[in-house]
């Protein structure tokens, strides 16, 4: 029995005709274009949770509302309440507003999904993944034989180095009891979690302090580190922040090298946000040292101006590396048609081999596409734009009587408060919580907020072409207009 031959493949009675897709994509294609270069006048249409969810069906659809649906869905649901990474005034978290090559790249990827577990599977995708892996070593500095690999996000990434960090520091024999984790005061929360998953005790966790610009000071980690070697603790491992996700600080990546090859201690950089420095001719001194660390994450989903997830984790040790990761893909041979040609030497190692996560998007190739399109100079350029402006608006902060700025941003954060005149300086903290509250929940502006040398600081991150200086130039005003009312309330509650 032989098959005849089709001049269309698929059976279409399970998907939209040919014709009506074209037009659906080619109406998103204006739309998401047109939102893409000209933002809309509102950072977000409401924070109404329960409007929000009156607009989706509440029961599960039995009948599909075919093109139709499909495309309120778009326009009336996603474009018409999604909170605009592009507004000029939007300045929370480290998600960009990802540029064009990302969104082109997506699209593709998202068409055929293919893997990027195995070679076999997907030919194109481990390629470009490796190419681009190998292009994040060179820019690190490290060696070709270095590891790199494409992780969801910092905290696996965090997760992943400091689980090699753990098996080689209990290689050398101590107590797991007797392990411990030097992290600084403004290190990332999910170094916590770590320490739990790895099943370190709490004690094994251990805070340094930090400098007057939030850097992690050497001078007590140094005094940490002789304090401990001489209570019989093993350091498995410091964590140094590179762009500090809450502020920005950059700590002194080579002095920490040093006091860590002479403590015989593993060196992570969490360089998730700062990383990205390394791109820009001016900004990239603040890493210096990065080198020399035995493990590092950049995320280029922050300020490589790509969409999430899209993480990169790269280490020095590949046989320290194999050693910790390669457990059970001895049983993956419906993956990875046969393990025993795993190769320990090149990038042309199944990629499953490199992550605790079996299953991930094609991120690379939006890395890919950003670096081909913009090149490490035009990426550079978007760096030191935003960086330029975060300096101007510390300067205007600073230059203003009833604001104050926490610290010279280091990089493209800003953090400062509102102190107005006649305030009680323990209601600072709620009022600040407070605006950034009522802004938060309004249409003009977005701003996030973080806690340093015990007091809450508005928090401004600029990750957007579409912020300049005179849509800064409103930000300070803004804020004035939203605290008149709270002040006030504050001001007749004063003893």
């Known amino acids: 029995m032989s098959c005849a031959g089709r001049a269309v493949l698929g059976d279409h009675r399970f998907e939209l005709p040919p014709e009506v897709a074209e037009r659906l994509l080619q109406e998103a294609a204006t739309a998401l274009t047109r939102r893409l270069y000209q933002p809309e006048p509102i950072t977000v249409a409401t924070t109404d949770r329960a409007a929000i969810e009156r607009l989706l069906p509440a029961d599960l659809p039995q009948k599909g509302g075919g093109a139709g649906r499909l495309r309120q869905i778009l326009f009336d649901e996603f474009l018409a309440l999604v909170r605009d990474y592009r507004h000029p005034l939007h300045l929370g978290h480290q998600r960009p507003a990802p540029s064009f090559a990302s969104l082109y790249a997506d699209l593709a990827a998202a068409a055929f999904n293919p893997t990027v577990t195995m070679f076999e599977g997907g ?18 500095g490290y060696p070709a034989d270095a590891v790199a690999t ?19 520091a209990l290689a050398e024999g101590p107590a797991p009891a007797d392990l411990r984790l030097l992290i600084g005061q403004q290190a990332h929360y999910t170094l916590a979690r770590c320490r739990h998953i790895l099943g370190l005790s709490p004690q094994a966790l251990v805070t340094i302090p930090g400098r007057a610009d939030l850097s992690l000071d050497m001078d007590a980690l140094a005094t940490e580190l002789t304090a ?18 809450a502020n920005g600080a950059f700590d002194d990546l080579g002095r920490m090298a040093e006091l860590a090859a002479a403590a015989g201690t593993w060196l992570h950089v969490d360089a998730a946000h700062g990383g990205a420095a390394l791109l820009s001719d001016r900004q990239r001194h603040k890493l210096r040292g990065i080198d020399r660390a035995d493990s590092i994450v950049i995320n280029p989903h922050k300020m490589f101006f790509v969409a999430t997830p899209c993480s990169v984790l790269l280490c020095r040790h590949r046989a320290e590396f194999a050693a910790s990761l390669d457990v059970g893909l001895e049983t993956a041979s419906y993956v990875i048609p046969d393990p025993t040609t795993l190769r320990a030497i090149s990038d042309g190692d199944e990629p499953l081999r490199w992550t605790l996560a079996c299953t991930r998007f094609f991120s690379a190739f939006r890395l890919y596409a950003a670096l081909s399109t913009y090149g490490t100079d035009g990426l550079g350029a978007r760096i030191d734009h935003v960086c330029d402006l975060a300096g101007y608006l510390h300067d205007e902060v600073t230059g203003s009587e009833d604001f104050e700025g926490l610290c010279r941003p280091a990089f493209n954060m800003v953090c400062f408060r ?47 072409e579409h912020v300049d200086r005179d849509s800064l130039c409103d930000l300070l005003p803004l804020l004035r207009r939203y605290a008149a009312l709270l002040t006030a309330s504050l001001k007749g509650s004063a003893p």
């Open 150 to 168: 494409m992780v969801n996000g910092g905290a696996e990434a965090n997760l992943t180095a400091l689980l090699v960090a753990r098996d080689r």
């Open 418 to 464: 509102y102190r107005p005149a006649g305030i009680d300086p323990a209601q600072l903290d709620a009022l600040n919580r407070t605006l950034r509250a009522r802004l938060a929940s309004g249409p003009d502006a977005y701003l996030t907020g973080c806690e340093a040398q015990g007091v809450y600081w508005l928090r401004a991150q600029i990750m957007s």
């Open 123 to 140: 030919p194109y995708s481990v390629a470009v993944e490796g190419r681009v892996l190998d292009w994040m070593k060179r820019l690190v």
């Open 228 to 245: 401990l070697d001489r209570a019989g603790k093993k350091v498995m491992a410091i964590v140094a922040n590179a762009g500090c996700t």
